[in-house]
């Protein structure tokens, strides 16, 4: 059975975190991985996997956002996402 998670933080990147390193660090897990943003009044919704996605949600220090990740290692790749945005 596949586990479905979800946790909403407020992001504090420090300038040498990039999206090629959360990119990077989210591909070894089995679980599908999006992130939910208010972007200039409209949610938006990205596949972390995709550097596109994670390009359109134009991610900087203290946004609001929620992680979702479902699947086997859901609950691995939620901590791992939560430790780098943090």
């Known amino acids: 059975m596949s586990e ?13 975190q990039t999206i090629m390193d959360l990119s ?4 070894k897990y089995d679980a599908e991985i999006f992130l939910k943003k208010n972007v200039h009044g409209s949610m938006r919704e990205a596949n972390l996997k995709s550097i596109l996605g994670l390009i359109n949600l134009q991610l900087s220090g ?8 479902e699947g086997p290692e859901a609950k691995d790749a939620l901590e791992a996402i939560k430790d780098f945005l943090k």
Do not use: H, K
Not at 5 to 11: A, F, G, K, Q
Not at 24 to 27: A, G
């Open 4 to 16: 479905s998670i979800s946790e909403n933080i407020r992001i504090q990147l420090s300038d040498a």
């Open 24 to 27: 990077q660090l989210i591909q």
């Open 62 to 69: 203290d946004d609001q956002v929620t992680i979702i990740c």
